[in-house]
């Protein structure tokens, strides 16, 4: 079961039921790229984060041009609402760059939740800087709604999730993240239960969770992405009714 909302994550989320989500798993436009805040807010997300030798041409996407104060309170509106959906013990994971890395943190735990931990996403496809440190990972934050959900079969967790971004026929959107990973990720929601993505992108979230036998929320802003998460995760349904 999927319901992908188009719509402003702030506009939708408190249409949804209080206490019916078991995880909230999300990417939000990381509101990075360049560095000053001058540079991030200038250009949409297309100009930041696609390279002229992507060999892409995908679609850009709003809300992503807040300075740093303004992206930390606008997180936590969204992260406060995403409180009051989630049951007690259930998990928020919000991923960032090093750069969002602090304002994500404080965004998570102003909104209320239990900071636990950071899973870092790395990606073997990366940058090398000449005379400095490649950066080749990416952030996945931990946080609990009071105490984490305790499962009857008790499961354990990698700290560090691997695998690259999507490339060719299966890249749809700028900022997509691998299934794999989150398919990995999705285990600390309890068996058959709900994820919630605010700002669901291409879907990738609820494919993921679709594939791993849970249901899936979502919002997205942008009307061609909210259409392209639909049929993503219908092909995933599809795939899962067929397995
Ligand atoms: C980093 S991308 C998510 C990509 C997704 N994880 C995937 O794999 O396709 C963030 C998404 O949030 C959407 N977005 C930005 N502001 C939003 C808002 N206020 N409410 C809902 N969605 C929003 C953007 O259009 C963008 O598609």
Redesign the pocket.
Known sequence: MFHVHHG???AVLPTITTGSADLVLT????NSGGRTNAERTAQGARGKYVTGTAGHDLAD???DNRDQRSYTRWLALVLIECLRISRPGASALVFCDWRQLPATSDALQAAGWTWRGIIPWRKPISRPQRDGFRRECEYVLWGSNGQPYRHAEPIYLPGLVQGSQPRGRGRV?I???PVDILRQLVQVCPPAGVVLD????????GVAAVLEGRSFVG????EH?AAIARERIAAAVEQEGSA
């Open positions: 402003d994550a702030l990417d939000p436009p990381y996407f709003a809300g959107h900022t997509q993240k605010p700002f669901a992108g291409s879907g990738s979230t919002s997205e802003i942008t992405y």
